[in-house]
Nanobody, 124 residues
């Protein structure tokens, strides 16, 4: 059974940094596309970043491009999201997700497994 567990969220001041981590178990992590999404109160879940199975390709939402970096360590079954220059509008619950098909997509419905989320709060 596939399980994804996020960690690393917290409260940070605007301009600060956080590094989210997602630990995967129960499947062939090294073959999955991995994504990060976020959901703010009263808003729909939105795409943040995704990475191909070998880390060779990444894609980002325009709102985080240049500030966030997604990476993965297949030996450790982990995917990371380094978030720099954080803004109050980045406040949300952040979720990692796994897509079993080898195609990077920004659509939440294409992802097969989800973590429980970790809260990120950026104060102004």
């Amino acid at each position: 059974q596939v399980q994804l567990v996020e960690s690393g969220g917290g409260l940070v001041q605007a301009g600060g940094s956080l590094r989210l981590s997602c630990a995967a178990s129960g499947g062939t992590f090294s073959s999955w596309v991995m994504g990060w999404f976020r959901q703010a109160p009263g808003k729909e879940r939105e795409f943040v970043a995704a990475i191909s199975w070998n880390g060779g390709r990444t894609t980002y939402a325009d709102s985080v491009k240049g500030r966030f970096t997604i990476s993965r360590d297949n030996a450790k079954n982990r995917v990371y999201l380094q978030m720099n220059s954080l803004k109050p509008e980045d406040t949300a619950v952040y979720y990692c997700a796994a897509e079993l098909r080898p195609v990077i997509t920004t659509r939440p419905s294409f992802y097969d497994y989800w973590g429980q989320g970790t809260q990120v709060t950026v104060s102004s």
